[in-house]
C-alpha cells in the first residue's frame, strides 16, 4: 500500500517521502480501515518538524519509532480482529489514532473510533476528530453556559471554527478573533462578532468576556485576565512559540499555575481522544448545528506541500487529504 513515510525530522520535503510499504495487520481487538480521508493538524507539523526537542523522547530521539504520519481517519472498515464485536467489514467509521492515517489503509483500537455521521461524506468526517474533541473539551473545560459571552481566539482556524460553532450551539455569544481575510468566514458560522487582530488588541478595546478559549497564544496571561469579567474563566489551549527545546511547556505551566488570581481563573486544555466525545460531534452534526469548514484537499502526492502550508500556523477551516476514490 502507499503511505507517507517521515525518516527524520526538519522540512517537510526534505523528511517526508511516498512509499509503498506493507498493509498492517489488526490484531485480536482491532480493525483494519481502509482510509478514504484524514486531515491536517498542526500536531502533524510539529512531528515533522521535531519541535519543540522535548517531544522526540516520546517520538524517538533521531527519527519517529512510528514513521507513517496521520491522526485523522475517515473510511471503511476493511477487517476485523478475532475479538471485535463493535465493527464488521463494510462499516464506516471515523476517529483520531496516535498516528498512521496518511495511508491507504490503517489499523485502530476498536473503541478508537466512531460510526461516520450520515451526513457527513468522508472528507468532512476527516475533518472532525482532533480538532472537533479539541474545541469541544475546550468549551466544557470553559463550562460555558447560554448567555455567555465567548471570545475564541484563533477562530478561524481547525479547532477555532468547531470552538465556534459548539458555543453557539450552547447559547453563547460568540466573539470571534481572525486575520482580516477571515473575518467573513468566521461571521459564516456563527459568530456574533469579530475582531480583526491585525487592527484591534481584544485585551484592550475595552470590552470583558465570561470565557475566552485562546488557541493561539497571542497574549500574555496578564492580557487574558484583563479581557476577563470578574469570575470568568481563561481556557489557554497552546502557548507562545518558545524555545527549540521546551517550545510552549514554560508558558503553559505558568498558566497552570495562575489560576484563580484577581477573582478570574486561567486553566489549560489537554485535548485528548475519546469516543464519547466523537459521538457527541455526530449528534452536533446530525442535528444541523455543526459543520466541518474545509479550506483545501489534496491527495498523499501532494502533501507534503500542505503540511508546509499548515507549519506557519495560518490555515483556515482544515485541510483534507483525499485517499480513496469517494469524498
Not at 25 to 40: N, Q
Not at 232 to 249: A, H, R, S, Y
Not at 286 to 312: E, F, K, N, S
Request: glycine residues 12%; contains cysteine; hydrophobic residues 40%.
Amino acid at each position: 500500500m502507499r503511505a507517507i513515510v517521515q525518516h527524520g525530522y526538519g522540512e517537510p520535503d526534505q523528511v517526508l517521502e511516498l512509499r509503498e510499504v506493507p498493509r498492517p495487520t489488526p490484531g485480536d481487538h482491532e480493525i483494519l480501515v481502509r482510509v478514504e480521508a484524514a486531515s491536517v493538524n498542526a500536531k502533524d507539523w510539529m512531528e515533522i518538524a521535531g519541535l519543540p526537542y522535548v517531544f522526540r523522547l516520546a517520538l524517538g530521539p533521531s527519527r519517529p519509532r512510528r514513521p507513517v504520519l496521520g491522526a485523522d481517519v475517515a473510511g471503511t472498515v476493511e477487517a476485523v480482529g478475532a475479538g471485535v464485536t463493535r465493527w464488521r467489514p463494510g462499516d464506516e467509521v471515523f476517529g483520531e489514532l496516535p498516528r498512521g492515517t496518511f495511508a491507504e489503509y490503517t489499523v485502530a483500537a476498536e473503541n478508537a473510533v466512531s460510526a461516520k455521521p450520515a451526513g457527513l461524506g468522508f472528507d468532512e468526517a476527516a475533518a472532525m476528530p482532533l480538532a472537533g474533541i479539541a474545541a469541544l473539551q475546550g468549551i466544557r473545560a470553559a463550562r460555558v453556559e447560554p448567555g455567555h459571552r465567548v471570545l475564541v481566539n484563533g477562530a478561524s482556524g481547525g479547532v477555532g471554527t468547531f470552538a465556534v460553532q459548539i458555543a453557539k450551539a450552547r447559547g453563547a455569544h460568540v466573539t470571534g478573533v481572525c486575520r482580516t481575510d477571515a473575518l467573513d468566514l468566521v461571521r459564516s458560522i456563527g459568530a456574533d462578532d469579530v475582531v480583526d487582530h491585525t487592527e484591534e488588541d481584544f485585551t484592550r478595546h475595552g470590552r470583558s468576556y465570561d470565557r475566552i478559549l485562546d488557541l493561539v497564544g497571542s497574549h500574555t496571561l496578564a492580557g487574558y485576565r484583563r479581557a476577563l469579567r470578574d469570575g470568568g474563566i481563561c481556557v489557554v489551549g497552546t502557548g507562545m512559540t518558545g524555545g527549540k527545546v521546551l517550545g510552549p511547556l514554560p508558558y503553559l505551566l505558568r498558566a497552570m499555575a495562575a489560576a484563580a488570581r484577581d477573582g478570574t481563573a486561567v486553566t489549560t486544555l489537554n485535548a485528548r481522544p475519546h469516543p464519547e466525545d466523537l459521538e457527541e460531534l455526530a449528534r452536533l452534526v446530525d442535528t444541523g448545528r455543526l459543520r466541518p469548514v474545509i479550506h483545501r484537499t489534496h491527495d498523499l502526492t501532494t502533501l507534503p506541500a500542505a503540511l508546509a502550508a499548515q507549519g506557519p500556523g495560518h490555515a483556515r477551516g482544515k485541510t483534507v487529504v483525499r485517499i480513496g476514490s469517494t469524498p
